[in-house]
């Protein structure tokens, strides 16, 4: 752990280096300063130079056994044990445990008075008497620069200072050296002229009224490094410098789904609602519900279990809590149980980049599954468009890195879709919700559109977005002969619809009866049809027998009178 | 190291002023052989029999270098008489010196 080669594929020796600790450096240094050499910090007044070398020490000492000495030109002992007691470090106690030093040195110009030739040996005594009292193995000269100050003549300084840093490189110790950031020099007396190993810039800077520390490796003899401007913080945990940065689309996408919270909002996102993972953005212009939708989401990924981040840059979390429980979503009781998390800061409490710096540095913590940014659009009054744009992109990705699931919300001002902007996120995001006011009859209404939802299917309707006291939801809209119908208009067009169905059904029931009717009156018809055919059968059938009759009568009439013949004659 | 430590009693009218002195130096470098050559020389001349002169060397005794703030060698101390001073360098400047040590030329 002590050190760490930046280069170990090729068997080649390659520098050692030795491991800062502090939060980000290391990564961005690919392992932190080089080893026994001398770093160069500098920077203006006040953008962190002495807690940087500070951190270095105490991080050294504690994690990696490598024991410092801090030798400080401007504040004395106590002042710096002070000072850094805020950030939770005990000098007092590490000095005692022997694992720092701190050594003042005082230089009054005014009691000082040269009279000939010297040198800096005194310096080299206290410096090595108090490297060997501890085995230190990590030195701090904090601003030495102090002694172009103290003493006059620069030529001795000047020669004794390139002495000086050979000698510590003698010593094998990895020292920080700090310096005051000059005109046209990155330090008042060229330090970097002899530091040439390593040299870190640091930035304080302002603008619109807006701070932001920046750091930047100058140079790095032996190793590769970042070269990017990365912005750092300082808080309580000290200093933390986040390489967010957007060099690699390598992350993992998962197929497995997220509910919206708004059950016809899944439906329309292909029945199961947006990736998980993937970001979302909900747009449209002021009063749409884009917030209630964020609360939703939130709501819905609680209710699952889950943890929830919600960064508001417009409303403060008890104004979200009561707004949201007016259309029945509670999400004080979430707040309670630890899944949610409100972090409510007006945007112009930082720099953006402080911004993006302390939400990765949440979302580390947190580690949540969903993150909710409402708005982004009130980020572009600390920055520019291609700020605000460059750091969503960096958020994303390292959003999407964590496999986290994200939803911006923005409020767009001028109701024209096509030549929506949306900080120019809209090809970013992998869904994009838009909440449009729909203006007809005399009122406003909402409908929502899916404009874009990456692999999944979606639908392409506008729906109309309700909000009641029951929470969200969604309800098409009428297409009628005069266009798409919303809010009241739909309703009567309902209604009207119901209407016509009543008197449908009234028509189709009178046709009925007069089928039946008329089918009766058939049926009759038949009937006395019949009868007449069975009278007129009966009548045919009459005429037959009597024919039938009449022909036996006649027969026998005739056999009588043949027989009555033959008789007479017999008898 | 201590050299010529009497007290001058007082016999001129004047009150007299003693001065202590600490010599601190780096082995026997150039510049510390000078100033011990150059300070004795200038403490023979100008205030005899009214100083304390030690010479210290600091790497026997290391300690000595924070607790007495010392940057850089040789290095004078005029402890006595107040305001204390503090000289470096190989004392070769003796009108620098005299100054630093407070002691007028005039005479």
Redesign the interface.
């Known amino acids: 752990m002590k050190t760490t080669s930046s280069d170990s594929i090729t068997g080649l020796p390659a520098l050692q280096k030795a491991r800062t600790g502090i939060k980000g450096l290391d990564e961005i240094t690919l392992g932190g300063f080089p080893q026994g050499r001398p770093t160069l910090i500098c920077g203006s007044a006040g953008c962190g130079k002495t807690l940087f070398s500070i951190e270095f020490l105490v991080h050294g000492a504690l994690q990696f056994g490598e024991p410092g000495v801090f030798v400080a030109f401007e504040e004395k002992s106590e002042e710096l044990t002070i000072n850094v007691a805020s950030l939770g470090f005990d000098l007092n106690q590490m000095q005692k445990d022997k694992l720092i030093k701190l050594?003042h040195?005082?230089?009054e110009r005014s009691?000082?008075?040269?009279?000939?030739?010297?040198?800096?040996?005194?310096?080299f005594?206290?410096l090595?008497?108090?490297i060997d009292s501890i085995g230190a193995k990590r030195v701090v000269l904090d601003t030495i620069e102090s002694?172009f100050s103290?003493?006059n003549n620069e030529a001795i300084i000047r020669a004794e200072l390139r002495r000086l840093f050979e000698w510590l490189k003698d010593r094998n110790v990895t020292t920080i050296i700090t310096g005051e950031r000059g005109e046209g020099l990155l330090t008042r007396q060229g330090l970097e002229e002899y530091v040439s190993d390593c040299v870190i810039l640091l930035d304080h800077r302002v603008a619109n009224k807006i701070s932001t520390r920046l750091l930047r490796i100058v140079k790095y003899r032996g190793s590769v490094h970042g070269t990017n401007e990365y912005p750092f913080l300082i808080d309580e945990d000290g200093i933390s410098v986040l390489p967010v940065t957007s060099l690699t689309l390598s992350h993992d996408a998962s197929s497995k789904r997220i509910s919206s919270g708004i059950p016809a909002l899944n439906k329309m996102l292909g029945g199961e609602g947006f990736f998980e993972g993937s970001s979302i953005l909900v747009s449209g212009t002021a009063g749409t519900g884009k917030t209630s939708i964020a609360g939703s989401f939130a709501n819905e990924t609680c209710l699952n279990g889950d943890r929830c981040i919600y960064f508001a840059f417009e409303e403060s979390p008890k104004q979200i809590v009561r707004n949201m429980r007016s259309i029945g979503i509670d999400l004080q009781s979430h707040i309670d149980n630890n899944l949610l998390k409100f972090h409510a800061s007006r945007p112009t409490l930082n720099g953006l980049e402080m911004h993006l710096l302390s939400i990765n540095k949440m979302i580390t913590q947190f580690k949540p599954k969903t993150v909710i940014v409402d708005p982004i659009t009130n980020l572009i009054t600390v920055g520019s468009v291609s700020e605000v744009k460059s750091v969503l992109i960096r958020l994303i990705d390292f959003l999407q890195a964590e496999g986290t699931t994200v939803l911006f919300t923005a409020l767009s001002l001028n109701d024209n879709i096509s030549e929506q902007t949306d900080e120019s996120v809209s090809s970013l995001v992998d869904a994009w919700l838009l909440v449009r006011d729909i203006e007809m009859n005399g009122e406003r209404n909402r409908g929502l559109y899916v404009m874009k939802s990456r692999g999944m299917k979606h639908s392409n309707q506008v729906r109309e977005f309700v909000i009641s006291d029951n929470g969200l939801d969604l309800v098409d809209v009428f297409l009628g002969p005069e266009g798409v119908l919303t809010g009241s208009a739909r309703e009567a067009q309902q209604l009207l619809e119901q209407t016509g169905v009543v008197l449908r059904d009234h028509a189709v029931s009178r046709k009925d009866r007069e089928i039946e009717r008329k089918k009766m009156v058939l049926e009759a018809k038949i009937e006395s049809l019949k009868e007449e055919f069975a009278s007129l059968q009966e009548e045919l059938n009459k005429t037959f027998i009597e024919e039938e009759l009449k022909k036996e009568v006649f027969e026998k009439n005739r056999h009588e009178l043949s027989q009555i013949r033959d008789g007479k004659k017999r008898d | 190291m201590s050299d010529n430590t009497d007290i001058t009693p007082f016999n001129e009218d004047e009150e007299v002023i003693h001065y202590e002195l600490r010599l601190?130096i780096?082995g026997a470098?150039f510049?510390s052989r000078?100033?011990v050559v150059?300070v004795k020389e200038i403490c023979e001349t100008y205030l005899k029999d009214r100083y304390s002169l030690e010479i210290i060397d600091?790497?026997q005794q290391?300690?000595l270098?924070?607790k007495e703030?010392?940057?850089?060698?040789?290095?004078?101390i005029k402890s006595l008489p107040l305001p204390?001073?503090?000289?470096?360098?190989?004392?070769?400047?003796t009108e620098?010196?005299l100054?630093?040590l407070g002691i007028s030329i005039g005479t």
């Open positions: 050594d040195v005082h230089i009691e000082i008075e040269e009279t000939g030739e010297y040198d800096l040996d005194g310096l005594i206290r090595g008497h108090a002694l103290g003493l | 601190f780096t470098s510049n000078r100033a150059n600091v790497y290391k300690t270098a924070e703030q010392i940057i850089a060698l040789p290095l004078l204390a001073r503090r000289l470096i360098g190989d004392m070769s400047d620098k010196v100054k630093g």
